[in-house]
């Protein structure tokens, strides 16, 4: 999972080298932190929090597979 979300967000931004990605684990479910540049904090999350929602769907799918639960926190 953070191998998506660091290729999603580092495909987003104009900064892909300030992109970090930081899981944890905590009782069956896993916390995806995704820190990015200030500037490109706006393009992560899109119009109306459409490209945000749609990562997070894409995390969802990823763990349907594999009965876990995710979570996408973006960080400001």
Do not use: F, H, Y
């Not at 191998?3 to 944890?24: K, M």
């Amino acid at each position: 999972m953070r191998e998506l979300v660091t290729l999603l967000a580092r495909s987003l931004v104009d900064n892909p080298d300030e992109v970090e990605v930081g899981i944890a684990d905590d009782d069956g479910l896993t916390v995806i932190e995704l820190s990015v540049a200030q500037g490109d904090l706006g393009k992560v999350i899109g119009k109306e929090g459409r490209t945000a929602r749609a990562m997070r769907t894409l995390i969802s799918a990823m763990c349907a597979r594999g009965s876990k639960r995710a979570v996408l926190d973006i960080l400001e």
